[in-house]
């Protein structure tokens, strides 16, 4: 399991996009669609329209990095976007959980534990 720095958000785009697009068109539909600046070190992710391929753009120091996951069944549950607009910031054990094809609607979540101020 890859382990962020706490600093880096992880963002879904909730509507599909081409999954032809390379570095530069995503890093637009980072600034169009999600709101964000696509140099921030944070991760963004996109599903193809069957939903069976994911890209998630990561800027690092000197460049643009392209991850590119598909799976052979089944596709990725992203959440529901229909109140929520159209990207979504969620956590990266969220994200892992995509990636391994978890539906986050279906998974059960034990309340967190949040230390006394």
């Not at 996109?46 to 392209?66: E, M, N, Q, T």
Request: aromatic share 10%.
């Amino acid at each position: 399991m890859m382990t962020l720095p706490p600093t880096v958000r992880v963002f879904l785009a909730l509507e599909p996009a081409d999954m032809r697009c390379a570095f530069d068109r995503l890093a637009h539909l980072v600034k169009d669609v999600i709101k964000e600046n696509p140099l921030s070190g944070h991760l963004f992710c996109f599903r193809s329209r069957a939903s069976d391929r994911v890209k998630i753009l990561w800027w690092s120091p000197g460049g643009y990095c392209l991850f590119y996951r598909r799976l052979e069944k089944g596709v990725f549950r992203f959440p529901n976007g229909q109140s929520q607009g159209k990207s979504v910031e969620i956590s990266a054990r969220d994200l892992t959980m995509i990636l391994e094809g978890i539906d986050l609607s279906a998974a059960k979540r034990r309340k967190e534990f949040v230390p006394a101020p």
